[in-house]
T-cell receptor, first 112, second 114 residues
Framework: GQNIDQPTEMTATEGAIVQINCTYQ??????LFWYQQHAGEAPTFLSYNVLDGLEEKGRFSSFLSRSKGYSYLLLKELQMKDSASYLC?????????????FGTGTKLQVIP | IAGITQAPTSQILAAGRRMTLRCTQDMRHNAMYWYRQDLGLGLRLIHYSNTAGTTGKGEVPDGYSVSRANTDDFPLTLASAVPSQTSVYFC?????????????FGPGTRLTVL
């Protein structure tokens, strides 16, 4: 089965760096996604990791350690618009690449 | 149409009524999904479709049905709505091919069942 854990809420200061962690347990691993969801809006894709290591995309980076069942999303130079929920998701091992299970999300509040 | 759309935006429904939530995408994606999102529970998969003509059950399928008559449309039907189906419903689509397929989400339908 799938089990995904993320902190429920985090607060960080504008201009700072924040790391949002995600741990997962799965019987088969097919990669890990991060999505961003602003309040009242739809989730939007941020990143996908299938190999160990850090992948950087502008101010956002995502890290994966398959042996530890662990990922994090790193947000640098925080802006007020980064206040949102961040969802970690993993594909179901038996569902092909289409079916994914989402964590409950981490609500990030950026303060001045 | 640009991307993926849903209708209605919001709806208040009496318990026991039948309701169909509409979802249309113009990206020619083979795979489509319906999720519900509830506070503290996150996004949960209701039903999905890998391609036109096929559908499958997700994590919470009871009380819901779907059809996929063509590539673009993926309606979700509540045959007899109950208050526990009060939620925000998101439709999504993705390209079937390969791994790491990002899902594109519609704007959501906020449904209240009284």
């Amino acid at each position: 089965g799938q089990n995904i854990d993320q902190p429920t809420e985090m607060t960080a200061t504008e201009g700072a760096i924040v790391q949002i962690n995600c741990t997962y347990q799965t019987s088969g691993f097919n990669g890990l996604f991060w999505y961003q969801q602003h309040a009242g809006e739809a989730p939007t894709f941020l990143s996908y990791n299938v190999l160990d290591g850090l992948e950087e995309k502008g101010r956002f980076s995502s890290f994966l350690s398959r042996s530890k069942g662990y990922s994090y999303l790193l947000l640098k130079e925080l802006q007020m618009k980064d206040s949102a929920s961040y969802l970690c998701a993993v594909p179901l091992p038996s569902g092909g690449y289409q079916k994914v299970t989402f964590g409950t999300g981490t609500k990030l509040q950026v303060i001045p | 149409i640009a991307g993926i759309t849903q209708a209605p935006t919001s709806q208040i429904l009496a318990a026991g009524r039948r309701m169909t939530l509409r979802c249309t995408q113009d990206m020619r994606h083979n795979a489509m999904y319906w999720y519900r999102q509830d506070l503290g529970l996150g996004l949960r998969l209701i039903h999905y479709s890998n391609t036109a003509g096929t559908t499958g059950k997700g994590e919470v399928p009871d009380g819901y049905s779907v059809s996929r008559a063509n590539t673009d449309d993926f309606p979700l039907t509540l045959a007899s709505a109950v208050p526990s189906q009060t939620s925000v419903y998101f439709c999504a689509s993705s390209d079937e091919q390969g791994e790491g397929n990002e899902q594109f989400f519609g704007p959501g339908t906020r449904l209240t069942v009284l």
